[in-house]
């Protein structure tokens, strides 16, 4: 049996200083009964690069709440998955960045909206609170477009009728297209199921994160995130204590 588990990372395997560090004895002990680790996140392709390279993992990673999964060459999934992008296989769920620009920015003014794509680098750092050096990587998007602030919501249904996801996360709102967290994470599961079996956990603290915890065996909600499918936990170490106490031997 392949056990998978799904790891948000703001908030949730990282904390608010984006320190990696705190998050390697949790990589550890996941993998340590038998899970794989699968990054399931807002963040992007670059942001997720930089944490795998610190933890020392190479994870399939689900980047920009689902817009696309990036699976390493050397992954046993890879043979099922044709396109290529430098050293991964990709699946593009969502669309084309330049897409979504294409819908917001017309409507910017209007709902003093700032996101990414009409913010300095120093800007993005104010916002984010991200040291420069990742919020230049988080700038690299491929998928999604993230609103920091806005004047009125007037915009989020716009958006909506156009055709795109609008997701709140736990500090930003997301805006995708037809895609998600649980539609990315329905896609690794099924992959996995064409090798072996799977059980499928999943952490997250975000309302992004609730399309992910219905399509799971598992989920653990943490940082007082309420949802009646998951299980509750003050926090990604609590969430480990309960995997590791009721499914070691699973």
Do not use: W
Request: charged share 25%; aromatic share 10%.
């Amino acid at each position: 049996m392949v056990r998978l588990v799904f790891l948000d990372l703001d908030k949730t395997l990282i904390g608010d200083d984006y320190d990696p560090s705190p998050a390697l004895p949790i990589i550890e002990r996941l993998q340590s009964i038998g899970f794989k680790i699968v990054f399931n996140s807002s963040k992007t392709l670059a942001e997720q690069e930089f944490y795998a390279n610190e933890l020392q993992i190479a994870p399939i990673m689900v980047v920009e709440n689902g817009g696309g999964i990036f699976v390493p060459e050397d992954d046993p999934v890879s043979q099922f998955v044709n396109e290529r992008e430098g050293k991964y296989r990709v699946l593009k769920l969502g669309l084309d960045y330049s897409l979504i620009r294409q819908e917001i920015d017309p409507i910017a003014d209007e709902f003093c909206l700032k996101y990414y794509g009409n913010s300095s680098v120093e800007e993005v750092v104010r916002f984010t609170e991200l040291p420069i050096h990742l919020a230049r990587l988080a700038a690299m998007r491929h998928f999604s477009e993230t609103i920091f602030s806005y004047c009125s919501t007037g915009f989020i249904e716009i958006l909506r009728d156009r055709g795109l996801t609008v997701m709140k996360g736990s500090r930003f709102i997301t805006v995708t297209g037809r895609t998600d967290k649980g539609k990315a994470a329905r896609t690794v599961i099924e992959l996995h199921k064409r090798l072996d079996e799977v059980f499928s956990v999943a952490i997250g603290d975000g309302e992004n994160d609730v399309p992910m915890f219905d399509v799971v065996d598992l989920a653990i909600a943490v940082g007082g995130l309420d949802y009646k499918k998951a299980v509750a936990a003050a926090d990604v170490v609590t969430a480990v204590d309960f995997i590791e106490t009721n499914f070691k031997r699973r």
